[in-house]
């Protein structure tokens, strides 16, 4: 049994919803002056999305605000809002999977259900479309439907075909323009000009000609061949479900505000019990929990936590909340404490009580290192990884310590490193030099070195494809002066490079 | 500070490998070094893998903001192979920070050891603290060394506190002009259940070995160089107990 697709075009997303914000039905109240949501662009603002009784007086979006000032004076503006247009279309997505098991977004203004199989509760898919119309309508919102097998036929319908079309494998989708293939502006444009305007040109031209055309367009929007075919089933087209996401809470209204640590602490460590029990029941664990305080003031203090390994340890996470209450102001006190977790991870029933393990047998690692980064900050507790570079300062990052490390090449040991880098090299004044370039005798922080032995140079280029092109390059030399101090140091640049003056030494690594 | 010398016997002498003969040797280590040198840091780790058995356990790597601004951050292409893809790195800002950070490392029982490093002497560093670090690593059995740069030798309660500089490295066997394989001067200057003493100590081969005198200066490689000082025989230069 083919797939069975239900596309819905919110034709004006952001118009519905500025009204349904200010409560003015269609054509009544505030919508029946023009109106145009405005964004802020590169050239001065330009009508992202305008209302009806706008578009009758000629206007069309994304003209300029100026020019449509001139056609209509008292047109009335308000900030268009994007953001809050994709997280509405997600909550609608959400909705709509009372019309199949699984929806997509497909953003800007598009949604993409599977209801494959589902169509027989509604009593059969014309019937569902009239439901799905009457309820879109009922919550203020215009759409365009249409049913096909594949998510690109079903979008193309929606936006090009006839209203509520439900397409059977028999039909044809020739008849609808180039446009309904979901291309870039630009790539359309080109076929305008080929003469290609409706899909059924696409397909008299024979596949050859079509990829040989396209070859070096990798993206499905950009290669007609890729889209006809996702249009036609030929190749599957996966799209990202939206999936409703539960987010464990636990809260305390508190009869009496608190205003004194010792409670708090008090309500902390219950909560954590708390939502140990509600993670328990879900068979998870937090990585990430948020603590929010409300004050009678009206102010809401956040205080965020985040651990090394998912964990649902009650006194581990009520002491790692206690470090972080130190700076807290309560002013006239705290009347509802919530303990959200919003980044959670599967965890088997298996911890122990980490507090009391601790005194006994010592801490895990995770432990270890969500008390030294909640103390310490998370950037000072860190790991060295090899990164793939020539230069011996970027040759290694450093990154969080459980994070898993990425694999790299093997580094060839031809040249031995030092144990230690200084995070600048510092300058060094050469007060005598042998012949060959290499300094006998130097200066660094005060002191005087007489170089014994050497062994050098390595040369490293400069990382021409990232730096500017007077960066100079280094001669390394590893050295050890007459007491054993091993050092390793280099050369900026050669005399007579042309990339500044004389060379300057200096004093990068401390060997063992 | 006891006024009568305490006869000590030659079996007892600190020596390398001393851990792997099966010898109980103390967990809490401070090493005093230069802070212009990158001694102290690597003496540390070769007393770590000399003491301790090879296992695929993390190590800590504690320093102060000090510390890190004098003697630079642990690099990993210099780190020894069998340690590098294990370090986690600690940077406190203050001393009480890294010694939070030292005693947290302590406590944790996934950790092979710690290695802390703390320029000057602190004031957060007093004997109160240098015993708690000591009660933690006795309790947890992690052991710790702690480099102590451009610090004088104050009041600690360290097991074996070490003072270290730079020695002339024994010439590589093929190139004679290049320095060799690090070798450190280090003096036993206060221990429990061994005599003081001093040695020249440097990684030969697969492990630490000690010398009395020095590496030979001149001649191709390693022709004569160790006759008869396996770890076992190595003497210190003055055994000689401080009253």
């Known amino acids: ?512 | 500070m006891n006024a009568i010398p305490v006869p000590l016997s030659r079996a007892s002498a600190w020596r390398p490998g001393l851990a792997s003969n099966g010898a109980e040797v103390p967990r809490h280590s401070e090493v005093f070094a230069p802070a212009s040198e990158g001694t102290g840091a690597a003496l540390a780790l070769a007393f770590a893998q000399d003491q301790l058995a090879i296992d695929e356990r993390p190590w800590l790597w504690v320093q102060d903001k000090a510390a890190l601004r004098l003697s630079g951050r642990p690099y990993r292409p210099g780190l020894p192979p069998a340690l590098r893809h294990r370090l986690i790195h600690v940077a406190a800002k203050s001393p009480e920070d890294a010694l939070f950070a030292l005693e947290e490392g302590l406590r944790c029982r996934d950790l092979a050891f710690v290695i802390g490093e703390l320029a000057g002497n602190p004031k957060a560093l007093s004997f109160t603290a240098s015993r708690r670090l000591s009660l933690a690593t006795e309790k947890h059995g992690v052991p710790l060394w702690l480099v102590r740069l451009d610090a004088r030798r104050d009041l600690g309660s360290a097991r074996l506190r070490w003072e270290v500089r730079a020695s002339p490295s024994a010439p590589p066997r093929w190139n004679g002009q290049a320095p060799g394989a690090p070798a450190w001067r280090a003096e036993l200057f206060r221990a429990r259940g061994h005599p003081p003493g001093e040695w020249i100590l440097g990684e030969e081969g697969e492990g630490l070995v000690a010398r009395v005198g020095g590496w030979p200066s001149t001649g191709l490689g390693r022709a004569g160089f160790g006759l008869g000082t396996t770890p076992a025989q190595a003497e210190p230069v003055e055994a000689l107990a401080h009253g």
């Open chain 1, 1 to 512: 049994m083919s797939r069975r697709i239900l596309a819905i075009w919110l034709v004006r997303l952001a118009i519905d919803r500025w009204r349904q914000n200010h409560q003015a039905r269609e054509g009544q109240g505030a919508d029946t002056t023009p109106l145009a949501l405005i964004a802020e662009t590169a050239h001065g603002p330009r009508i992202a999305a305008a209302n009806a009784a706008w578009l009758e007086a000629g206007a069309r979006p994304g003209m300029m605000l100026a020019d449509a000032r001139a056609l209509c004076p008292m047109l009335a503006t308000a900030p268009s809002d994007p953001a809050g247009d994709l997280a509405f279309l997600e909550s609608v997505a959400l909705w709509a999977q009372r019309w199949g098991p699984w929806s997509a977004m497909d953003p800007p203004d598009g949604l993409i259900v599977d209801i494959t199989g589902a169509a027989h509760l509604f009593g059969g898919e014309a019937r569902l479309l009239a439901d799905a119309r009457a309820r879109l309508q009922a919550r203020g919102l215009a759409a365009r439907l249409a049913i096909a097998p594949t998510a690109g036929a079903a979008w193309a319908l929606a936006h090009y075909g006839p209203d509520a079309a439900i397409f059977h494998p028999d039909d044809s989708l020739d008849e609808l323009p180039v446009a309904a293939l979901r291309l870039d502006p630009d790539i359309l444009l080109l076929l305008r000009r080929l003469g290609l305007k409706q899909i059924g040109d696409l397909t008299g031209i024979g596949r050859d000609a079509l990829a040989r055309r396209f070859r070096t367009a990798r993206a499905p929007a950009a290669n007609p061949l890729v889209r006809l075919d996702q249009l036609l089933g030929r190749v599957p087209e996966p799209l990202l479900p939206v999936v409703a996401h539960h987010m464990p809470m636990v809260q305390r209204r508190l009869m009496e505000p608190i205003r004194h640590r010792a409670l708090l602490d008090q309500v902390v460590g219950d909560l954590a019990a708390d939502m140990a029990r509600v993670l328990e029941g879900l068979g998870m664990g937090a990585r990430r929990l948020e603590l929010g305080m409300w004050k009678v003031d009206g102010e809401v203090l956040v205080r965020r936590l985040e651990m090394a390994a998912a964990s649902r340890d009650a006194a581990h996470v009520a002491g790692l909340f206690s470090r972080k209450l130190d700076d807290l102001d309560a002013g006239f006190g705290i009347e509802l404490v919530r303990l959200r977790s919003p980044w959670t991870e599967p965890l088997t029933l298996s911890q122990a009580d980490l507090e009391k393990a601790a005194e006994l047998h010592g801490t895990s690692l995770a432990a270890c290192i969500d008390r030294l980064s909640v103390r310490l900050g998370a950037d000072a507790v860190r790991r060295p990884v090899p990164h793939a570079s020539h230069l011996p300062e970027r040759a290694q990052r450093w990154q969080a310590p459980l994070a898993p490390e990425a694999s790299s090449q093997g580094e060839l040991a031809f040249h031995v490193r030092p144990l230690k880098l200084l995070d600048r090299a510092e300058p060094i004044a050469v007060l005598y030099a042998s012949p060959d370039g290499l300094p006998r005798r130097f200066r660094w922080r005060g002191e005087v070195y007489e170089i014994a032995r050497a062994e050098g140079p390595e040369r490293i280029a400069p990382e021409w494809w990232r730096e500017r092109g007077t960066t100079r390059l280094r001669d390394y030399y590893r050295i050890e002066d007459g007491e054993g101090r091993r050092y390793w140091i280099y050369r900026a640049g050669l005399a007579g490079d042309g990339r500044g003056g004389m060379p300057e030494w200096f004093l990068q690594g401390l060997c063992g």
